[in-house]
């Protein structure tokens, strides 16, 4: 866990907020810039209970937001599973390789997606919005761009985040 200090406004207190990964932080962070009117509060806008004893990253207006790159090494339950993986790919040609790592990164992010839906829709009467995002490229093009105010170019705003992670 990582931790970030800082002032409170709503308590006038500083906050300790942890976050799972530096590229979480940034992402945070960046919300807190430039969405109106957000502001990180654990419980409520960050590490939000949804239900099956699970939290959810962010919670911006009525939208749920994960931030959630896919990693192969701590995708797989079965780390047995995961040698066998890398081994048999070291026999592939790398044009190859590269194709079957992304399809099946296209395949536990939507699995995470699914799983992290069913836990929403389970907690909530209505059936809030969930969104998931494996990269700042997509936070940027699926929630600031779209929700945000006074939002920079797309590479200026991904060099923030660089800047914010490093």
Known sequence: MLQHERFNRQTQQTDRLQFASKSE???GLLLE???PGFELVTGTTFQVPIGLGKHCDFKVGNIFLEYHPVNLHFEFYDK???RQFRTA???VPKNAKRQIVEALKLE???RYYRNRKVAVDM???TKPEL???QDPVELYRQVIKPHGKDVPKEH???AEFDKLRS
Request: aromatic share 12%; charged share 15%.
């Open 156 to 158: 200026k705003f991904l």
């Open 108 to 110: 536990l992010g939507e």
């Open 33 to 35: 810039r430039y969405i």
């Open 131 to 133: 969104i998931v995002v």
């Open 25 to 27: 932080m940034a992402a």
């Open 123 to 125: 907690w909530h009467i």
């Open 89 to 91: 790919l070291r026999h």
């Open 80 to 82: 047995q599973a995961l």
